[in-house]
């Protein structure tokens, strides 16, 4: 017998194909059974995996915790287990940077099995089409029909991709983040919350989607929000939300977005490290990932499913609608002490937005905080 357990994290995308896919390996494994358990969403951003791994065999984690771990012993390296075929489709099938976001010091540390990074949606009710600029951002702005996620983790994300966008160095030799692009975005973040209700500074991009598919008069739009195919879904929400690419800062250009998703990990303590390496194997690759992930509520990382006919017909061309800002999304630092500066740094820029501090104050304090990450 074979008892594993494993952590996921508290949204039907993250915890339900966990189960399925659970339920279906041991029924094709007699004498194997995985239990999942799950955490909100701010707990799965912020827990060490130091603390998961003492305890669970499998761990669905943020790549931008590997820099942490990388050297720890603390997870089991997926390459150097004699998988390296499968190993490199998995590279080759990835979405954007979603597979390379798990390696770190040269090893792979976990598999991606979901993609995601800030896109755009919008209520096909209300909207005809997603702006491709930011002008046109601006002009849903004035007439009362754009919201998206600003708590603190969300807000530097954005200021991250709108730099990136604008073809800014962010977390570079020079610094944090060029002086000049940085006044460019807080003034234009500055200019549309404005014209937002300011529950956004309180809402993750669930949220907003809560918000926008459930309830009739909500915003019709949203520019930057990690995407959740869920909401694309019919009968998930009373009002289905189409994604598509985020807009650009000057042209219809949705790169530099912050690529997120999340990947699963083996703990190195686990007493059946080989069972555990066969089932991650098996949801990040190409046929559980078009199929019984996707169908059990899950957003794939792997490319198969996004190019699916199936997937897209079932999620309002969700896939097809986000591919290119996935594409050209922007992989963040994974140093050992980013995590202490993404929370920083967050709470920096939200004070910001709630009209606590001015752009140059918190440009000092973002470029204080991210010299004391590298230390």
């Known amino acids: ?5 494993g952590m996921t994290w508290d ?3 993250g915890f339900d ?4 896919t659970s339920r279906a390996y041991s029924e094709a494994h007699p004498g194997v059974t ?5 955490r909100s969403l701010q707990a799965f951003a912020d827990r060490p995996i130091e603390e998961m791994a003492e305890r669970y065999d499998l761990m669905v984690i943020d790549h931008p915790h590997v820099g942490e771990v990388a050297d720890s012993g603390l997870l089991m390296p997926f390459d150097g287990q004699g998988r390296e075929a499968e190993l490199a489709a998995l590279a080759e099938q990835s979405v954007g940077l979603s597979h390379p976001s798990y390696q770190f010091s040269g090893r792979q540390w976990g598999l991606a099995i979901d993609a995601a990074t800030p896109v755009a949606a919008y209520r096909p009710d209300r909207l005809e089409a997603a702006p491709g ?6 002009a849903l702005a004035r ?3 754009v919201a998206f996620a600003l708590i603190p983790i969300n807000a530097l994300m ?11 160095d962010v977390g570079g030799a020079g610094g944090f983040l060029d002086r000049a692009a940085g006044e460019v975005v807080l003034a234009r973040l500055g200019e549309v919350l404005a014209l937002m209700d300011k529950r956004c500074l309180t809402l993750d991009p669930i949220g907003i989607y809560e918000w926008m598919g459930r309830t009739a008069d909500a915003p019709a739009y949203a520019p930057f929000g990690y995407g959740y195919t869920n909401y694309s879904r ?28 999340t990947g699963i990990a083996v703990s190195a303590a686990s007493s059946h490290v080989d069972v555990a390496l066969d089932y991650a194997f098996w949801i990040a690759g190409a046929e559980c990932q078009e199929g019984l992930y996707f169908d059990a509520g899950g957003q794939p990382g792997n490319a198969v499913a996004w190019e699916s006919e199936r997937c897209n017909a079932a999620a309002r061309d969700f896939f097809r609608g986000t591919r290119a800002t996935l594409e050209s999304a922007w992989l963040r630092p994974r140093h050992d002490g980013y995590m202490g500066f993404q929370d920083r740094g967050g709470e920096i820029v939200h004070a910001f937005l709630r009209g606590e501090a001015t752009g140059d104050a918190t440009l000092d304090a973002l470029e204080a905080a991210w010299a004391e990450s590298l230390r």
């Open 17 to 20: 194909p966990m189960v399925a």
């Open 234 to 261: 019919a009968g998930y929400c009373r009002f289905p939300l189409t994604f598509a690419d985020a807009p650009g800062l000057e042209r219809a250009d949705p790169s530099g977005t912050v690529i997120g998703g």
């Open 133 to 138: 600029t930011w002008d046109g951002v601006m």
């Open 143 to 145: 007439q009362g029909r």
């Open 11 to 13: 949204h039907s995308r």
């Open 1 to 5: 017998m074979a008892e594993l357990r």
């Open 34 to 38: 995985i239990t999942w358990e799950k």
């Open 158 to 168: 954005t200021v991250m991709g709108m730099a990136r966008n604008m073809g800014a």
